[in-house]
């Protein structure tokens, strides 16, 4: 395993178990120096055709990560976070779509299946969520519509890319669809117990399946 990968993961075991005792005003100042592990990784990996999309991805991420900071500021902190994030999930979408396929064969019964199961989360998500949306109705749309494709991508790369690394990645997208949930329901809906340790668990290992994921489906034989 990639020193930088190890590293994201103890930095981030740490993170996490300031959050569990409940030490949140420390983890406020570790969390800009997670993901930065995750592009180290990215950047110092051998160079393949998509590697600047995960690159990008991670960055925009990133900058998404340090943003919500600062949301309990005011809600253009949480706008341009989100903005920031969905411009990820396009990096994300564009990532999946150049990855190498062993086969172009696609269960066209589950595939369809799977697109089934996203647009009844989406459609799910945004009527238990619109009430409550007020003037974040549009954007928190375009960014569920946007986290919902790139599951997709996910779900249709699972079907050709290589094993156990399609798995692997679609378990990543999968956790980070649900970071996302917990994240809105939480901010729109009702406060979750324990929710910043949800919501970043989850995230965590959402940014750290897709990441290695993908450098292991593109590793040099």
């Given at each position: 395993m990639?020193?930088f990968?190890?590293?994201?993961?103890?930095i981030?075991?740490?993170?996490l178990?300031?959050?569990l005792?409940?030490?949140?005003?420390?983890?406020?100042?570790?969390?800009?120096?997670?993901?930065?592990?995750l592009?180290l990784?990215?950047?110092?990996?051998?160079?393949?055709?998509?590697?600047?999309?995960?690159?990008?991805?991670?960055?925009?991420?990133?900058?998404?990560?340090i943003?919500?900071?600062?949301a309990?500021?005011g809600?253009?902190?949480?706008?341009?976070?989100?903005?920031?994030?969905?411009?990820?999930?396009?990096?994300?979408?564009v990532?999946?779509?150049?990855?190498?396929?062993?086969?172009?064969?696609?269960?066209?019964?589950?595939?369809?299946l799977?697109?089934?199961f996203v647009?009844l989360?989406?459609?799910?998500?945004?009527?238990?969520?619109?009430?409550?949306?007020?003037?974040?109705k549009?954007?928190?749309?375009?960014?569920?519509?946007?986290?919902?494709?790139?599951?997709?991508?996910?779900?249709?790369?699972?079907?050709?890319?290589?094993?156990?690394?399609?798995?692997i990645?679609?378990?990543g997208?999968c956790?980070?669809?649900?970071?996302?949930?917990?994240?809105?329901?939480?901010?729109?809906?009702?406060?979750?117990?324990?929710?910043?340790?949800?919501?970043?668990?989850?995230?965590?290992?959402?940014?750290y399946?897709?990441?290695?994921?993908?450098?292991?489906?593109?590793e040099?034989?």
């Amino acid at each position: 395993m990639n020193n930088f990968l190890k590293s994201y993961l103890i930095i981030s075991a740490f993170y996490l178990i300031l959050l569990l005792l409940g030490h949140e005003d420390w983890a406020w100042y570790l969390k800009p120096f997670l993901l930065p592990f995750l592009i180290l990784a990215t950047y110092k990996s051998a160079d393949f055709s998509a590697k600047k999309w995960l690159l990008y991805g991670l960055v925009f991420s990133w900058i998404g990560d340090i943003i919500l900071m600062f949301a309990d500021n005011g809600e253009l902190y949480f706008i341009f976070g989100l903005v920031s994030f969905l411009i990820a999930h396009i990096l994300f979408i564009v990532l999946f779509s150049k990855q190498k396929s062993e086969t172009n064969k696609t269960n066209k019964l589950f595939f369809g299946l799977g697109i089934a199961f996203v647009l009844l989360y989406l459609v799910s998500m945004l009527s238990f969520l619109y009430p409550t949306l007020g003037d974040l109705k549009i954007p928190v749309t375009i960014y569920a519509i946007t986290i919902s494709m790139m599951l997709i991508m996910a779900i249709k790369g699972s079907f050709s890319w290589k094993m156990p690394m399609n798995m692997i990645i679609l378990n990543g997208a999968c956790a980070f669809v649900t970071s996302d949930s917990l994240l809105a329901i939480n901010k729109f809906y009702v406060p979750l117990p324990n929710a910043t340790f949800l919501i970043m668990i989850t995230y965590i290992v959402a940014q750290y399946l897709i990441t290695s994921g993908v450098l292991k489906l593109n590793e040099k034989k």
